[in-house]
Nanobody, 121 residues
Framework: QVQLVESGGGLVQAGGSLRLSCVASGRTFSYAMGWFRQAPGAEREFVAA????????TYADCAKGRFTISRDNAKNTVYLQMNSLKPEDTAVYYCATDPLGGDYADRYRYWGQGTQVTVSS
């Protein structure tokens, strides 16, 4: 059974930074991992993804140049470093994992409960 637990969300002023963490339990060593977000009234959208060995990373346009995804397989943890945050980044952020993964939510089998990120102007 795979479980994901996110942490690191909170309230930050525009221009500030947050680092989200997602700890995985279960057989996820060779799985891809991704971050998604969902703002109120909006659909869940892709933010970033990373292959199991960290060798390939992809980012949504909204994240390029500001967010960095990384993983530490020894700790079964994936991170999302978010810099230069904007009010439009306000959302619940979810991590997800799957043997294949990718840039689309329907390609991920396992999901965390999410962590709230609020960016004030």
């Amino acid at each position: 059974q795979v479980q994901l637990v996110e942490s690191g969300g909170g309230l930050v002023q525009a221009g500030g930074s947050l680092r989200l963490s997602c700890v995985a339990s279960g057989r996820t060593f060779s799985y891809a991992m991704g971050w998604f977000r969902q703002a109120p009234g909006a659909e869940r959208e892709f933010v970033a993804a990373i292959r199991w060995n960290g060798g390939r990373k992809t980012y949504a346009d909204c994240a390029k140049g500001r967010f960095t995804i990384s993983r530490d397989n020894a700790k079964n943890t994936v991170y999302l470093q978010m810099n230069s945050l904007k009010p439009e980044d306000t959302a619940v952020y979810y991590c997800a994992t799957d043997p294949l993964g990718g840039d689309y939510a329907d390609r991920y089998r396992y999901w965390g409960q999410g962590t709230q990120v609020t960016v004030s102007s």
